[in-house]
């Protein structure tokens, strides 16, 4: 190793009493010196190691935290933030973690609602995956490599780079990682023509706990398999993905009326629940609902009805005049512009140039809490009344109504981890914003309650045993961990509503691949001995 780099590490070593953990000096002394003796020379890690006294630590460890919730005083930070440049600074940092009992959180995009990527209540470090983020597009072969540090805005921009009638069936916040995406499922506009994100990965490469790279081939279909929607980083560290490409036409459709509770939004919410999962394919209706403010400067419900159709105008009123008349779609509500415009500007850029989508910087960071339902049989009109009441209690909240249906129905609960298919109206997601003035502030507590009472509130009109949930809409109220090693029996409480009856055969992969669970959070997949 060459000098500079081992003075670097030395500075590190001289400050260690500085770090905001409790633990013994000696074990962060010895993870460093593992990492001088591990590095490679020709690529030495030192100076991509970032500890409390370092000028860049604290930009970095913000730089991709969505959820000011976890930015508080009192949020425990990492011992040490890696910012690897390849796959050996990965290995290494697995590596030496494990060696000295130091346990890793992986960030991609920052967008865990829970803030499980950036924050742990034991001595931890972050491996931030950011620097890798190249993406090779292959339109012959109608599939790209993708780093795991790469953005989904990044990915529809080098798809679009290369081709107008390709796509990828992802959200549209383009600042989400594609990695964390990837893991727990993913889902965009195009679901139900094409499925989960998770459903077009063909090939990854990873960083297992023994420090070893697999792909496909080497670490077999079993977790190859639990990769793809189970939570990849219960398992390992993503290094890329291979990913199919989907067709997509030149010219695509999107509207986005809206109607208030004064103008029959009620109605007609009630009534997309009988028609949403049922239209063609290439249909996508997402329900929007939120406060919005009336002329008298009050309160009211609004309901946005965002759509993509993956063909003209012309082909499309044809179909919502038959299937859903109730709307009274018109011609001046619909816009035709090409797939990757239509991205952006279901994104909240409408204005901007398709290069908004390389910027990672632009989403609004906020405060906020999230949860997710199921939905398998439409709701009465009263509960939406009752959902109204609720909503006029505090100043932000949202609820996403997402379709499911077609292609959705078609692929088996156990092609993935992710079982939410056939027998799904829709999805529900549950947000709630707020200005948070303080740490543990009388706001934060009052919207958390707010939504874990509408959530109740929700209990008969939702899936039942289990009560499903979206892994990727990360909640901690429906079951923990305990730290370090936890029960089969404790982890089945949350486990089961994410992941239905796939859970066991994730367990079961789990145990082969880390039996020593080394790769853990507060809701990673157990490692049990009796397999």
Not at 62 to 91: C, G, Y
């Amino acid at each position: 190793m060459g000098s500079s780099s081992t003075s670097a590490l030395l500075s590190l070593l001289s400050i260690l009493v500085l770090v905001p953990w409790a633990t013994s000096a000696s074990v962060e002394e010895t993870f460093l010196q593992c990492l001088s003796l591990r590095s490679n020379p020709s690529s030495p890690i030192s100076a991509l190691v970032y500890s409390s006294n370092n000028s860049s630590y604290q930009s970095i460890y913000t730089s991709t935290i969505q959820n000011l919730r976890f930015l508080q005083s009192d949020t425990p930070k990492p011992l040490f933030i890696i910012t690897p440049l390849n796959e050996s600074h990965v290995q290494t940092a697995v590596i030496c973690a494990k060696e000295n009992g130091l346990e890793i959180r992986i960030r991609g995009g920052g967008h865990d609602y829970e803030g499980l990527s950036y924050r742990a209540e034991v001595p931890f470090l972050i491996v931030d995956m950011s620097n890798l983020k190249t993406i090779t597009v292959d339109i012959e072969d109608n599939s790209a490599w993708v780093q795991a540090g790469a953005t989904l805005g990044e990915l529809y921009y080098r798809i679009a780079e290369k081709s107008n009638v390709h796509g990828f069936p992802g959200g549209v916040c383009h600042t989400v990682g594609v990695s964390g995406f990837l893991g727990g499922g993913g889902y965009g506009y195009m679901l139900r023509k094409y499925g989960l994100g998770a459903d077009q990965v063909i090939d990854a490469q990873m960083v297992d706990a023994n420090g070893q790279i697999l792909n496909r081939e080497t670490m077999g279909e079993d977790l190859f398999w639990a990769i793809r929607g189970g939570g990849a980083a219960s398992f390992g560290i993503i290094l890329r993905w291979k990913v199919k490409l989907v067709p997509v036409p030149p010219v695509v459709t999107i509207f986005n009326p809206s109607k208030t509770i004064e103008e029959g939004a009620t109605k007609l919410v009630h009534r997309w629940q009988y028609i949403a999962d049922k239209l063609h394919e290439d249909v996508f209706i997402r329900a929007n609902l939120e406060l919005t403010n009336t002329s008298s400067g009050g309160k009211t419900i609004k309901v946005t009805f965002s759509s993509m159709f993956l063909g003209t105008i012309d082909t499309l009123l044809p179909l919502m005049n038959e299937s859903f008349p109730e709307l009274g779609l018109k011609r001046e509500d619909c816009t035709e512009m090409s797939w990757i415009d239509a991205v952006k500007n279901l994104g909240g850029f409408p204005d901007s140039t398709v290069e908004v989508l390389l910027n990672r910087s632009l989403q609004s960071k906020s405060t906020y809490k999230m949860k997710s339902d199921y939905v398998k049989q439409p709701i009465p009109e009263s509960a939406f009344e009752g959902i109204w009441k609720r909503f006029l209690q505090v100043e932000t909240p949202i609820m996403q109504l997402n379709p499911y249906g077609a292609r959705m129905s078609e692929i088996s609960e156990s092609a993935t981890p992710f079982p939410h298919r056939k027998g799904n109206i829709y999805k529900i997601q549950y947000l709630v914003y707020w200005q948070q003035n303080g740490t543990h502030d009388e706001e934060t507590k009052r919207h958390i309650n707010w939504i874990r009472e509408l959530y109740k509130y929700m209990t008969p009109y939702v899936s039942k045993f289990p009560r499903e949930a979206y892994l990727n809409y990360r909640d901690l109220d429906i079951g923990t961990n305990n730290r370090g090693n936890t029960s089969y029996a404790q982890a089945s409480i949350w486990g089961r509503k994410y992941f239905k009856n796939n859970f066991d055969r994730l367990v079961y992969v789990k145990s082969k691949v880390d039996p020593g669970n080394f790769f853990r959070n507060e809701q990673s997949i157990p490692a049990v001995t009796a397999w």
